[in-house]
């Protein structure tokens, strides 16, 4: 199914049918939906470039697994608040098959990025993971939040030269899997058009850390500010793999930070 084709509940697909009680400019280019357990929906829609906060009265609105996922696929990242393991286990089925499940708990001094309190740069996970989910259990006092960030617009701004050079910059491959090959390259351009990332600096080969192109597309990225947000227990946040960038702020206070990592593998 094509991303744009993925078909969204009405309340969601017209936005005009919720009564307006304030708007602002829409920061994040994304579509982002929060159901709390008292009726009061969010949306940030970035179709029509505002941000619209709508009670909806005595009717409750859930959104279900099958409307996440056709959101996620639409707008490549989704932050759903204050849900159900259930509710978790069956959005996780229905994108597809997982690979591997991951404890992140933030770990003092780990060498482990994926248990490092530190800042965690923006980048990619295995590219055998289309989708990654997060469920968040418990958060730290202080920092630690999730940022999102979309690399198209700097890729579109590179000249078509540098844009062709990054296709044939390759990465470090994670090695998880048995028959992980040795690399990846940073851009693959799929049979229908489709642009996909594999991105973690630190797994670029040395002779290309100097490239023109790939300075300039760092250059790029550090000039677009990504979204921050900091999950609270019961929080899901997924995101298309291939499509967005992420990363981590800094865990300090308690630490005491818990979330649970799903690699899942698209279906085709």
């Given at each position: 199914?094509?991303?744009?084709?993925?078909?969204?509940?009405?309340?969601?697909?017209?936005?005009?049918?919720?009564?307006?009680?304030?708007?602002?400019?829409?920061?994040?280019?994304?579509?982002?939906?929060?159901?709390?357990?008292?009726?009061?929906?969010?949306?940030?829609?970035?179709?029509?470039?505002?941000?619209?906060?709508?009670?909806?009265?005595?009717?409750?609105?859930?959104?279900?697994?099958?409307?996440?996922?056709?959101?996620?696929?639409?707008?490549?990242?989704?932050?759903?608040?204050?849900?159900?393991?259930?509710?978790?286990?069956?959005?996780?089925?229905?994108?597809?098959?997982?690979?591997?499940?991951?404890?992140?708990?933030?770990?003092?001094?780990?060498?482990?990025?994926?248990?490092?309190?530190?800042?965690?740069?923006?980048?990619?996970?295995?590219?055998?993971?289309?989708?990654?989910?997060?469920?968040?259990?418990?958060?730290?006092?202080?920092?630690?939040?999730?940022?999102?960030?979309?690399?198209?617009?700097?890729?579109?701004?590179?000249?078509?030269?540098?844009?062709?050079?990054?296709?044939?910059?390759?990465?470090?491959?994670?090695?998880?899997?048995?028959?992980?090959?040795?690399?990846?390259?940073?851009?693959?351009?799929?049979?229908?058009?489709?642009?996909?990332?594999?991105?973690?600096f630190w797994l670029v080969r040395e002779e290309d850390k100097h490239h023109p192109a790939l300075i300039?597309?760092?250059?790029?990225?550090?000039?677009?500010?990504?979204?921050?947000?900091?999950?609270?227990?019961?929080?899901?946040?997924?995101?298309?793999?291939?499509?967005?960038?992420?990363?981590?702020?800094?865990?300090?206070?308690?630490?005491?930070?818990?979330?649970?990592?799903?690699?899942?593998?698209?279906?085709?």
């Amino acid at each position: 199914m094509n991303r744009r084709d993925a078909e969204l509940p009405t309340w969601l697909s017209n936005p005009d049918s919720l009564p307006l009680l304030s708007s602002s400019p829409c920061e994040p280019e994304a579509l982002q939906v929060g159901i709390t357990p008292l009726g009061r929906g969010q949306v940030t829609c970035k179709c029509r470039q505002y941000r619209i906060f709508a009670k909806m009265g005595s009717t409750t609105i859930k959104i279900n697994p099958q409307e996440a996922r056709a959101l996620l696929l639409r707008e490549g990242w989704l932050h759903i608040p204050s849900q159900s393991e259930s509710f978790l286990e069956e959005f996780v089925r229905i994108l597809g098959r997982t690979l591997y499940v991951t404890d992140v708990i933030a770990k003092e001094g780990s060498k482990a990025l994926v248990t490092s309190d530190l800042e965690l740069d923006l980048h990619t996970d295995h590219p055998s993971a289309r989708w990654i989910v997060w469920y968040c259990y418990r958060q730290s006092d202080e920092g630690g939040e999730s940022l999102i960030l979309d690399p198209m617009p700097a890729y579109l701004g590179l000249s078509e030269a540098h844009r062709e050079a990054l296709k044939n910059i390759y990465l470090f491959e994670h090695r998880v899997f048995p028959d992980d090959p040795e690399s990846c390259p940073l851009v693959r351009e799929k049979d229908n058009g489709e642009l996909h990332f594999y991105y973690s600096f630190w797994l670029v080969r040395e002779e290309d850390k100097h490239h023109p192109a790939l300075i300039e597309f760092r250059r790029r990225l550090a000039s677009l500010p990504p979204y921050r947000l900091k999950l609270a227990p019961g929080d899901i946040l997924a995101v298309d793999n291939h499509r967005l960038f992420h990363g981590r702020a800094k865990i300090g206070g308690n630490k005491d930070r818990f979330l649970k990592r799903f690699w899942i593998a698209e279906i085709t």
